[in-house]
T-cell receptor, first 114, second 113 residues
Framework: GDSVTQMEGPVTLSEEAFLTINCTYT??????LFWYVQYPGEGLQLLLK?????DKGSNKGFEATYRKETTSFHLEKGSVQVSDSAVYFC?????????????FGTGTLLAVQP | NAGVTQTPKFQVLKTGQSMTLQCAQD?????MSWYRQDPGMGLRLIHY???????DQGEVPNGYNVSRSTTEDFPLRLLSAAPSQTSVYFC????????????FGPGTRLLVL
């Protein structure tokens, strides 16, 4: 079945460092890909998404490109801030599926130190 | 708009007790889902609904019941709580026109002793 694999954390960075969180997927169809973020004590929020190959999703300085050839959707940010400390989830959705199910990775905890 | 709301925020149950986790959304979304979040396992789908009166099972439905009598509400029932149901539960909803972006509630943290 469909699955998402993302790098284990925690990832600890200093402020203004470059961030990469790896995400790869397995899917039989042509899924949409997402990054969700969960700040401490809160629910998940959509950070960015891409719905087809070569699309780049971006938001709040974060970017991710849908790479069909490598089945990847790595999250990047050029300069992290303390306020970016959160858990980041990669997810896929069966494109066009009637049930709108999301399949999540296990999450990566990011801790940014001042 | 309040978005997706969940109550209670935190609950402690004894094994065998029953309870209902409430979820409501004010965005007129057709699709609603319940997930549980466990350490090292990400979020897993419990049950979902594609509209009022229609529900179906997700990946981990055992021990949970749902119903959808209105568009706004999607309660999750634990009939006989077990320690394995200790988790954080999230409700989510989606606009039928933007079927893939899900909006999550703040979660309910459940501890079963």
């Amino acid at each position: 079945g469909d699955s998402v694999t993302q790098m284990e954390g925690p990832v600890t960075l200093s402020e203004e460092a470059f961030l990469t969180i790896n995400c790869t997927y397995t899917a039989t169809g042509y899924p949409s890909l997402f990054w969700y973020v969960q700040y401490p004590g809160e629910g998940l929020q959509l950070l960015l998404k891409a719905t087809k190959a070569d699309d780049k999703g971006s938001n709040k300085g974060f970017e991710a490109t849908y790479r069909k050839e490598t089945t990847s959707f790595h999250l990047e940010k050029g300069s992290v801030q303390v306020s970016d400390s959160a858990v980041y989830f990669c997810a896929l959705s069966d494109h066009g599926g009637a049930t709108n199910k999301l399949i999540f990775g296990t999450g990566t905890l990011l801790a940014v130190q001042p | 708009n309040a978005g997706v709301t969940q109550t209670p925020k935190f609950q402690v149950l004894k094994t065998g007790q029953s309870m209902t986790l409430q979820c409501a959304q004010d965005m007129n979304h057709e699709y609603m889902s319940w997930y549980r979040q466990d350490p090292g396992m990400g979020l897993r789908l419990i049950h979902y609904s594609v509209g009022a009166g229609i529900t179906d099972q997700g990946e981990v439905p055992n021990g949970y019941n749902v119903s959808r009598s209105t568009t706004e509400d999607f309660p999750l029932r634990l009939l006989s709580a077990a320690p394995s149901q200790t988790s954080v539960y999230f409700c989510a909803s989606t606009d039928a026109l933007a079927r893939e972006t899900q909006y999550f509630g703040p979660g309910t943290r459940l501890l079963v002793l």
